[in-house]
């Protein structure tokens, strides 16, 4: 092999390593791309679109109130899901038959969308749940004690002390004594679904610590329907709001 040829040789995989440094850099730290897999964010997000999250935005900041991010599932942190943010740390959300209210009062909700049923479940009753913030003693039990197990238990493992924790009566117990009050350790987010009857969602398995928000959905890249050749066209570089 001559000079000049291992010269271009050397220059090609030069080139091919930093190429593949640079979008190890970019998909960790500033940008990755997500696909919706369900319709629990319809109408605002439809299964087949494809999405680019901003990792980087939430280094600096909390999310607020109404972003739609992309986080690690409490459950299976191995699974990303995909929701909109309804209450931020020291929020206290309710649901009234559909109707959202924060702190005891009605807030806009804009992209909620319920189907023609009457579901008397959390669907659209959600008893008062105050959103934990860092630091904070808050009491757990009550009509939102599952809830609060999960959380309990989630951080009980992150500290790796493993636990029996279990909900009697409404009270919230671990390893057989009832535990009233926890200080958390993160700050946490409720997640609601647009799609709220069919959404499975922090209703059902409990606020989402901020450590496990991987970023915030800015714009549909490419979209398409039951068969790969259906392309949306009209939602392709859509917004996301």
Same mark, same amino acid.
């Given at each position: 092999?001559?000079? =000049?040829?291992?010269?271009?040789?050397r220059?090609?995989?030069?080139?091919?390593?930093?190429?593949?440094?640079l !979008?190890?850099?970019?998909r960790?730290?500033?940008?990755?791309?997500f696909?919706?897999?369900?319709?629990?964010?319809?109408?605002? *997000?439809?299964?087949?679109?494809?999405?680019?999250?901003?990792?980087?935005?939430?280094?600096? =900041?909390? /999310?607020d109130? #109404?972003?739609?991010v992309?986080?690690?599932?409490? +459950?299976?942190?191995?699974t990303?899901?995909?929701? =909109?943010?309804? !209450?931020?740390?020291? $929020?206290?959300?309710?649901?009234a038959?559909?109707?959202?209210?924060?702190?005891?009062? !009605?807030v806009?909700?804009?992209?909620a969308?319920?189907? /023609?049923?009457?579901?008397?479940?959390?669907?659209?009753?959600? /008893?008062?749940?105050?959103?934990?913030?860092?630091?904070?003693?808050?009491?757990?039990?009550?009509?939102? &004690?599952?809830?609060?197990?999960? *959380?309990? &238990?989630?951080?009980?493992?992150?500290? $790796?002390?493993? !636990?029996?924790?279990?909900?009697?009566d409404g009270?919230v117990?671990v390893?057989?004594?009832?535990?009233?009050?926890w +200080?958390?350790?993160? $700050?946490?987010?409720?997640?609601m679904? #647009?799609?709220? #009857?069919?959404?499975? #969602?922090s209703?059902f @398995?409990g606020?989402?610590?901020?450590?496990?928000?991987?970023g915030k959905?800015?714009?549909?890249? @490419?979209s398409?329907?039951?068969?790969? @050749?259906?392309?949306? @066209? $009209?939602?392709?570089?859509?917004?996301?709001?």
């Open positions: 092999m001559s000079a =000049r040829t291992k010269s271009l040789v220059e090609y995989v030069e080139a091919i390593v930093i190429a593949v440094a !979008a190890l850099v970019i960790t730290f500033i940008v990755q791309a696909k919706i897999p369900s319709g629990s964010m319809i109408p605002t *997000l439809l299964i087949g679109d494809h999405l680019l999250v901003n990792k980087l935005v939430y280094r600096f =900041r909390l /999310p109130r #109404d972003e739609v992309v986080f690690k599932f409490p +459950q299976d942190r191995k990303d899901f995909i929701k =909109r943010v309804v !209450a931020v740390p020291g $929020d206290e959300v309710e649901l038959d559909g109707r959202l209210l924060i702190n005891g009062a !009605a806009p909700d804009l992209h969308s319920y189907g /023609p049923g009457r579901p008397t479940g959390r669907e659209r009753h959600l /008893p008062p749940f105050k959103v934990p913030k860092k630091g904070e003693s808050v009491r757990i039990g009550g009509p939102n &004690a599952e809830l609060y197990r999960l *959380l309990v &238990a989630n951080e009980l493992k992150e500290l $790796d002390r493993p !636990a029996s924790v279990d909900v009697v009270r117990r390893d057989g004594a009832v535990v009233e009050t +200080q958390v350790a993160d $700050d946490y987010l409720f997640m679904g #647009d799609n709220r #009857d069919n959404s499975f #969602d209703r @398995w606020p989402v610590r901020r450590d496990d928000v991987v959905a800015v714009v549909i890249y @490419w398409f329907g039951n068969r790969v @050749w259906q392309i949306r @066209w $009209d939602r392709i570089g859509d917004l996301i709001h």
